[in-house]
């Protein structure tokens, strides 16, 4: 797979720019007025979701809105950027959800708990990803996306089996430090009306290590390290002849994709007060993952906010929308039926095929090429 | 009898490839001096390329070494092998076709300075490797073409982005495979005068495999001759052309007009 070019011709990326917004996006801007529009308005929305919407199930969106767009970047810098096919970024995304687990169910509700469940979850993660690098990036890409397939099912299975450490198939539930506790009050007053508890601290400590691990994934991949990456996707033995150690920098990219996905599999965790099999190891996730990172628009990093903004959306609005459409149209036959909340995931599926039919640079290559025109 | 002056800025000792039966490249022992253009010649399938892939690693010998100013770089990777200097071109072109061809260019720039592992710098942010490329880009012509990709970039003007990637890796060894094949009658000598310029320029040392005669003839300090994956003969071009090993195996039938 192979990303579109991302760059028009006419486009002079090698000038710098000053100011702080170009330095905070490292020089990679949207390069859109609409694309530039949408991302505003969705992390404006993300922002100040607990302001704007009450009741704890847009909050829920918005939180886990912001956990995949670290982990739809993190795929993206791996897929769009250096080319390569891994089915393991669940398995990283799970380590995060168990380190944080396993930290706080057996150590104690504390932050050092949780400190320790993440770095020990990041070193297990950094490990595994330099083990499978080193050992099977070497060989042609299908065969390495058949060792990542291979060994996040066994990750998967060790993880189900090893119940008193994992929980099993139940998972893990646990305490939250008391700061993240809902009974947390930090302030004595409402806050623009609103009565501030440890859920909405929570929901800001997912949203501002989400942007911040964003920002960081953004300026890696425009870093001249992320310039090799590009490079070695496009022609790998090119890059090596030109003295770039190809499994070096794809074993790297790897290390810090996975770490990132490790890092929102933890926050997941932190904001569901649980973590198992399901939430975040399964393998329906990874499709999910891929479909983010494709309906965005590969190797645009950007694509991330936009893909997983629309797909959480759609997975927990799309019933309610539908049920409401299925009662308006109640007496016609057929229809109704057609556009039961039961069928959700048939057209879930739709959108999704025509989505990626009709963009196939994803929606900000799309956007992208509009400006030009 | 050859006195060792200076050591060889390339050398290979009884360079050897078998493929199941087939050897490819034979027993080649070559000894290239610092400053020099050698042309290495001999009919399709001699074991030219071959032999320019055991040297700069894409290809491991079965048998003999490879020297990069005295140091033995035989077991290293090509990207290790480019760092010591060994600079390669390819026969049919190589780029980064989606890449614009300055960022081709900067991304040989960044190898030399050894700045590929900086992660968290903007890489726009080292304006002196930018600079470098583009000074890459006006040498070899190709300044306007900054912005375009190579694969809408014309046959032509390839080559000369693969020049400029050989250039901007500044190598100790400039190897060209047929860098003019391909190539139209009025934009041969561009290239031609690109390479004799790296020859003036420095002490670079250039080994060229080339099929033209007049190019070998114009360009080339010494000739050698491939043939069955053998060397056949050495020496300056004028003795060698004149060799009757070389006219039988090789030149009697390209030479004539």
């Keep these: 797979m192979t990303a579109t070019p991302a760059i028009p011709a006419s486009f002079d990326e090698a000038r710098p720019r000053g100011g702080l917004l170009a330095g905070l996006l490292s020089s990679d801007m949207p390069r859109s007025r609409a694309l530039s529009f ?142 993240l506790r809902p009974a947390f009050r930090p302030f004595a007053e409402p806050v623009f009306g609103v009565m501030i508890n440890g859920r909405i601290v929570a929901y800001y400590l997912l949203f501002f290590v989400a942007m911040g691990m964003f920002l960081l994934m953004l300026r890696i991949v425009n870093s001249p390290f992320g310039r090799v990456l590009q490079a070695i996707r496009e022609n790998e033995f090119r890059a090596e002849a030109l003295g770039y150690r190809v499994v070096a920098y794809r074993t790297a ?46 190797g645009t990093m950007y694509g991330a906010i936009i893909g997983a903004a629309l797909f959480v959306l759609a997975q927990s609005y799309l019933q309610v929308l539908m049920e409401a459409g299925s009662k308006a149209l109640a007496g016609i036959p057929l229809l109704p039926n057609l556009i039961h909340p039961d069928r959700w995931l048939l057209w879930l599926g739709a959108l999704f095929v025509i989505s990626v039919y009709a963009f196939p640079g994803g929606i900000v290559g799309r956007l992208r090429q509009g400006k030009r025109n | ?119 968290f710098k903007v890489w726009n942010s080292r304006r002196d490797l930018i600079e470098k490329a583009e000074a890459i880009l006006e040498r070899v012509r190709l300044a306007d073409k900054r912005h375009v990709a190579p694969k809408t970039l014309s046959h032509g003007d390839q ?13 100790k060894v400039f190897m060209f495979d047929e860098p003019t094949a391909g190539m139209s009658v009025d934009e041969v000598p561009t290239v031609l005068e690109l390479i004799h310029d790296i020859k003036q320029r420095g002490d670079a040392t250039v080994l060229l495999v080339e099929h033209k005669m007049d190019v070998v003839r114009s360009l080339a300090d010494r000739i050698v001759v491939l043939h069955n994956g053998t060397l056949v003969a050495d020496g300056d071009p004028a003795t060698v052309i004149a060799s009757p090993v070389v006219q039988e195996a ?8």
């Design chain 1, 38 to 179: 949408i991302l505003i308005a969705i992390v404006l929305v993300l922002a100040l979701t607990p302001f704007l919407f009450s009741g704890s199930q847009p909050l829920s969106t918005a939180a886990k809105i912001c956990v995949f767009i670290v982990l739809v970047a993190s795929y993206d810098l791996l897929l769009g950027y250096s080319g390569i096919v891994s089915f393991a970024h669940t398995m990283f995304f799970g380590i995060g959800g168990y380190g944080i687990a396993i930290g706080l169910e057996k150590l104690g509700a504390d932050w050092g708990s949780a400190a320790i469940g993440l770095v020990a979850a990041l070193c297990t993660s950094a490990i595994l990803a330099i083990a499978i690098g080193l050992l099977s990036l070497r060989v042609r890409a299908i065969f390495f996306s058949m060792i990542t397939l291979a060994v996040a099912s066994a990750m998967a299975v060790l993880a189900s089996q090893m119940s008193g450490i994992t929980g099993g198939e139940d998972g893990l539930s646990f305490q939250l430090p008391y700061a």
């Design chain 1, 253 to 298: 990219a790897s290390v810090i994709s996975a770490l990132a996905a490790t890092v929102a599999g933890a926050l997941l965790a932190l904001w569901l007060r649980y973590n198992g099999p399901d939430t975040t190891l399964s393998f329906a996730i990874m499709i999910d993952i891929l479909l983010m990172v494709v309906i965005g628009g590969m």
């Design chain 2, 1 to 119: 009898m050859t006195q060792k002056t200076t050591t060889p800025a390339l050398e290979t000792r009884g360079l050897t490839i078998r493929f199941g039966g087939h050897v490819a490249v034979n027993n080649v022992s070559c000894r290239f001096s610092p400053g020099t253009l050698t042309a290495i010649v001999g009919p399709n399938g001699a074991g030219k390329t071959t032999y320019f892939n055991l040297v700069s690693g894409q290809l491991r010998a079965s048998a003999g070494e490879v020297l990069v100013e005295g140091e033995d770089v035989t077991n290293l990777a090509p990207s290790a092998r480019a760092h010591r200097g060994l600079g390669r071109a390819f026969q049919l072109t190589n780029l980064f076709p989606q890449l614009t061809a300055l960022e081709n260019v900067r991304l040989a720039v960044q190898s030399r300075a050894d700045a590929g592992w900086s992660l």
């Design chain 2, 159 to 171: 080559r000369k982005l693969e020049v400029a990637l050989l250039i901007a890796m500044e190598p």
């Design chain 2, 250 to 257: 090789y030149l009697g039938v390209e030479v004539r007009p």
